[in-house]
């Protein structure tokens, strides 16, 4: 595999600048520097030819439409082989007739996968991880879910965790459980006395709904 990654190998962290690989892909050759100036969904799969991971990306390419609305790029990582996720996707056109057109990267020796702390530095495969990395624009990353090997991720949150990043940038406010788009966004606390004084209520220095942009 052609792959260069300059990072040390540790857990990633929200905050952190994501780090940079060049890699085989199925759509190419691809380094993760590619895909600065717009957000990014980086997320690995346990493998290839299993049926939760079937499912996601099967889903996950019928919702393109709704990531590129959004400026956001999907990038997929396996262990399996740029050889075996072709034979995958075509597998998935033939029974689905879906085509997953995002990068599909190979990682056979895990170097990529241990970088973003998908798997211990000890591990001798993958087959637990189901981690998502959200990163933004300048390639920070701004968000991570992690699922077990028994549980699929939900599409719809995956899109639900972008906007809500995306308006939260925006807006310079905060989203609240169960936040969708076109929902209120809450204000920053203002967290001064005359803030508190002032407030027509006593809960509006902290919780109050933000303005429209």
Not at 60 to 76: K, N, T
Request: with cysteine; proline share 7%.
């Amino acid at each position: 595999m052609d792959m260069q990654l300059n990072h040390p190998v540790a857990p990633m962290r929200i905050g952190e600048m994501a780090p940079d690989f060049t890699a085989r892909s199925t759509a190419g050759p691809l380094s993760l520097s590619d895909f600065r100036g717009q957000w990014l969904v980086f997320f690995s799969h346990p493998a290839d030819f299993t049926p939760v991971c079937t499912s996601e990306f099967v889903a996950l390419a019928r919702a393109a439409d709704r990531f590129a609305a959004l400026d956001c790029a999907l990038v997929a990582l396996s262990v399996d082989s740029l050889y075996a996720h072709l034979a995958w996707l075509r597998a998935i056109k033939d029974r689905f007739g879906v085509e997953v057109r995002f990068p599909v990267v190979e990682d056979p020796t895990l170097v990529i996968g241990r970088a973003y702390g998908m798997v211990d530095n000890q591990a001798q495969d993958a087959s637990a991880v189901r981690t998502t990395f959200f990163i933004d624009p300048h390639g920070i990353v701004r968000a991570t879910t992690s699922y077990p090997i028994t549980i699929g991720r939900s599409v719809d949150e995956i899109l639900r965790i972008v906007a809500a990043l995306q308006a939260t940038d925006r807006e310079h406010a905060l989203a609240p459980e169960g936040w969708a788009p076109g929902a209120r966004l809450l204000r920053q606390p203002r967290p001064t006395l005359d803030a508190v004084f002032g407030a027509a209520q006593p809960m509006d220095w902290f919780m109050e709904e933000a303005e429209d942009g």
